[in-house]
Nanobody, 124 residues
């Protein structure tokens, strides 16, 4: 059973940066991984994903050019570097994983494993 543990959330001013980490343990050694976020009263939405070997990444249009997803396969850890943060980026950020790559990677329902979430608040 794969377990995901996120860290790195917090309070940051608009225009600032944060880096989230998601450490995976147990289960598949190199799962397909992604970040989602959910603001109060909103549905959970896709942020970014990364394939384990080829490293192919995908981003939501709202974060493209500001966020970067990377992974360290040796540590089985995925990172989300968030720059130029905006108040609308405020949400609980979740790490998600699936044993195999899926073309429907933007859909939360396809992911088999989820972290507990970490709060990101962008406010002055």
């Amino acid at each position: 059973q794969l377990q995901l543990v996120e860290s790195g959330g917090g309070l940051v001013q608009p225009g600032g940066s944060l880096r989230l980490s998601c450490a995976a343990s147990g289960g598949t050694s190199r799962p397909f991984m992604a970040w989602f976020r959910q603001a109060p009263g909103m549905e959970r939405e896709f942020v970014a994903s990364i394939r384990p070997l080829v490293g192919t990444t995908h981003y939501a249009d709202s974060v493209k050019a500001r966020f970067t997803i990377t992974r360290d396969n040796a540590k089985n850890t995925v990172y989300l570097q968030m720059n130029s943060l905006k108040p609308e980026d405020t949400a609980v950020y979740y790490c998600a994983a699936k044993n195999d790559y899926d073309l429907a990677y933007r859909l939360p329902a396809i992911y088999e494993y989820w972290g507990q979430g970490t709060q990101v608040t962008v406010s002055s």
